[in-house]
T-cell receptor
Framework: QQQVKQSPQSLIVQKGGISIINCAYENTAFDYFPWYQQFPGKGPALLIAIRPDVSEKKEGRFTISFNKSAKQFSLHIMDSQPGDSATYFCAASETSGSRLTFGEGTQLTVNP | DTEVTQTPKHLVMGMTNKKSLKCEQHMGHRAMYWYKQKAKKPPELMFVYSYEKLSINESVPSRFSPECPNSSLLNLHLHALQPEDSALYLC???????????FGPGTRLTVL
């Protein structure tokens, strides 16, 4: 079964700190890796995404690091804010397919 | 504009009712998706429409019936649902099947 394993399940960070969420995948055909942010009662919103031709992508306070040989990728949130408190899902898909394979999610709490 | 709209926001129905969920996008996307999401879990793919044709049915029970009347509109017809079908139903769209998926806000369904 094609899986994406996400850790940790929950994360508590102080305001201004760095939040790090990790994902690992098995299917080497995956070539698109988005991160979604979801607030309670809302739909997931695309946060940032990366393809395997780059090792890092940064958008504002959010950075994806990608390690193709280890089949791992991670989300770093710099200067974490209480407004970042949400559930974060990593995902992966093949260019040729329509299926997003999601990780199990990480509930992030940023304390003031 | 990367907006997917869904109506209604909330729906309560009995097990003998027939209801429909509606999803709309005006981004020119040709792939549309229905997902089901339980609390603290990632979205689960139900159906995919590509160019208005059903391309993926993830073995969803027949009490859920999708319909794609045109390239901007996606419906999910509900009939004889069970209490365990209570969940957040999410619609998503993408330009083509393997591109970034944009999610709507969801319909919170409660089956009594």
């Amino acid at each position: 079964q094609q899986q994406v394993k996400q850790s940790p399940q929950s994360l508590i960070v102080q305001k201004g700190g760095i939040s790090i969420i990790n994902c690992a995948y098995e299917n080497t055909a995956f070539d698109y890796f988005p991160w979604y942010q979801q607030f309670p009662g809302k739909g997931p919103a695309l946060l940032i995404a990366i393809r395997p031709d780059v090792s890092e992508k940064k958008e504002g306070r959010f950075t994806i690091s990608f390690n193709k040989s280890a089949k791992q990728f991670s989300l770093h949130i710099m200067d974490s804010q209480p407004g970042d408190s949400a559930t974060y899902f990593c995902a992966a898909s093949e260019t040729s397919g329509s299926r997003l394979t999601f990780g199990e999610g990480t509930q992030l709490t940023v304390n003031p | 504009d990367t907006e997917v709209t869904q109506t209604p926001k909330h729906l309560v129905m009995g097990m003998t009712n027939k209801k429909s969920l509606k999803c709309e996008q005006h981004m020119g996307h040709r792939a549309m998706y229905w997902y089901k999401q339980k609390a603290k879990k990632p979205p689960e793919l139900m159906f995919v429409y590509s160019y208005e044709k059903l391309s993926i049915n993830e073995s969803v029970p027949s009490r859920f019936s999708p319909e794609c009347p045109n390239s901007s509109l996606l419906n999910l017809h509900l009939h004889a649902l069970q209490p365990e079908d209570s969940a957040l139903y999410l619609c998503a769209s993408s330009f083509q099947g393997a591109d970034t998926q944009y999610f709507g806000p969801g319909t919170r369904l409660t089956v009594l």
